[in-house]
Structures are given as C-alpha cells and as structure tokens.
C-alpha cells in the first residue's frame, strides 16, 4: 500500500461528491435519516467554497472524513470549531485513520485562529468518548466536574 | 411598571455596552472565568454587525439577554442556532422572562431559516432541563432514548 494514499488533507469542492456518499453512507449505517448523497453534494459544493465549513479527508478518492463548523463566540477572540461529524468507512477502521484526521484537525484549527475545539459524543458510546478523551477533549467545565447535555429542537416544517 | 419596559426585541451594536456587562455579570455570579464587560462590549460590537450572531434583549436598557450564534449544516437546507448565553439579572427571575426570550427566539428563528436549534445544558441543572423541555427542546436522539455530552478543547495558548 502507497503510504500516501491515506495522507489526511484539506478537501475542496472537488470532493463534494465522494463526501456527499460518505456522509450518506454514515447516516445509513447507523440508522439515521438522510436526504441522499446528491443532496448532500449539492449543500458541501456551497458549504465547501463558502468558509464556514470545512472538510478534511483521507485519501484520494477519500475513506474518511471529518467535517467542522466554524462560528464566533463572544467569549473568545478566535473562533469555535464544531466536528459535526467523523466517520471512517467500515473496513478501515482501526488503522489509526480517525486519529490523523483529529491530529490535523487541530493543527488546522491553530492555524485558522481558533480557540475551541467542540463535538457531541453519544452518552452511551463510550469507546467514541476515550478517543476524544486521548485526543484532549473532555466533558467536563473548568473548575467543576460537571459535564452538559446537548438539547435540540427541530423547527423545520 | 410600564408593560413594554420589559418587551423582549432584537438588539443591535448599540446595545453592546449593556449586553457586555450582562455576560460579564453572569459569568461572574457563576464562578466562571471572564475577560471583562469592556472586552465583551468591543467583541458584541464586531459580532452584532456581523450577521452570524444574534442577541434579544428584555427591555431597554436590557434586564435579560439570549446570545445566539449561526452556522450551517450539512443535514439541514437552513442554518443552525446555538443558544450560546441565556441571562436574567437575578432581581428579576421567576417572571418568565427567560421564557419571553425562549419564545422570541422560536419566531425569530424561524424568520431567518433556522432548522434547528441548539442549546448545551449542565447534567445536574434539573430546572434549566425542564425550562428547556418545556420550550419543546429534547436531549435525546431521535428513535433512540440516548443523550450525547458536550465535550470541547480550549486549543489558546
């Protein structure tokens, strides 16, 4: 296997299209709705060129992906990234792929001048919360050993 | 009192001086760590011009804020809110003007294409749960009775 063929880079809007599957296949497979992969690579070839959203991926056609948000905050001077998503296809897991995406992620995040790093982990998906516990994240305020749950509300009709 | 002195409506940049002291006062009264009213002030001066947040404010000048931040998503044709701050000075809680702010919120949400609205909330805030189940928010995923946890990494140095 070609060493660089899981290099993690940057994605453009060339990849909206094998991103628009992957993502689609993630939702899939966990059982979650999905408006389609064309739908998908319609919304990331806007959200791509856009500066809000960015993508970074691993091989080229891509294998995985992470996909962030980025925001203001009025508490810091930079920015705040959210990974809304990570997901690695099935028959490469394990292989360190998700690391290398979170390890690049932050050394992008750094250089785009953000200052937090963000992402909601399952209550249950313990396995998914020691790899971001490895990677630096945590749960927990400063100064407090509480955690917070993320709420939600739908107001699409 | 003047029913209208504590009208909840959208604030702008000139409004920045009392929203900055607001969240000063707020983060202050909880214990957690702040840059000051008058770095927030400068900060809520760039941000409310800028399109990608939002506050309300009850009354003029303001008692209560809600500080709101908008980005998009790849799951949704609208955008995304984040309810990131909700404060009432604490003479004037238990008059339901967190739920004036909650409401405005609903409508104002869904004039600017909002598709879903967030808001973390700690573990063992009981109330804040309920105040927010009440305003037909939820913690759990859909088709699943599963809750996700909020984690985050400060990446300043």
């Given at each position: 296997m070609n060493p660089d063929q899981h290099a993690t880079r940057s994605a453009n809007v060339d990849d909206a299209h094998a991103i628009g599957h992957l993502l689609h296949d993630f939702n899939t497979e966990f059982g979650e709705p999905s408006p389609g992969a064309e739908v998908l690579e319609a919304r990331l070839r806007m959200l791509l060129g856009g500066g809000r959203t960015l993508a970074l991926v691993s091989g080229?056609?891509?294998?995985a992906v992470a996909l962030v948000t980025l925001r203001p905050n009025v508490w810091y001077a930079g920015q705040v990234a959210l990974l809304d998503e990570l997901y690695v296809v099935p028959e490469r897991r394990g292989q360190g792929i998700g690391s290398a995406l979170i390890t690049h992620l932050l050394s992008t995040a750094l250089a785009l001048s953000v200052d937090l790093i963000e992402i909601n982990v399952d209550e249950g998906d313990v396995d998914a919360q020691r790899f971001y516990q490895r990677h630096g994240f945590t749960a927990v305020a400063p100064d407090s050993p509480e955690r917070a749950f993320y709420y939600w509300q739908d107001i699409t009709f």
């Open positions: 080229t056609p891509p294998i």
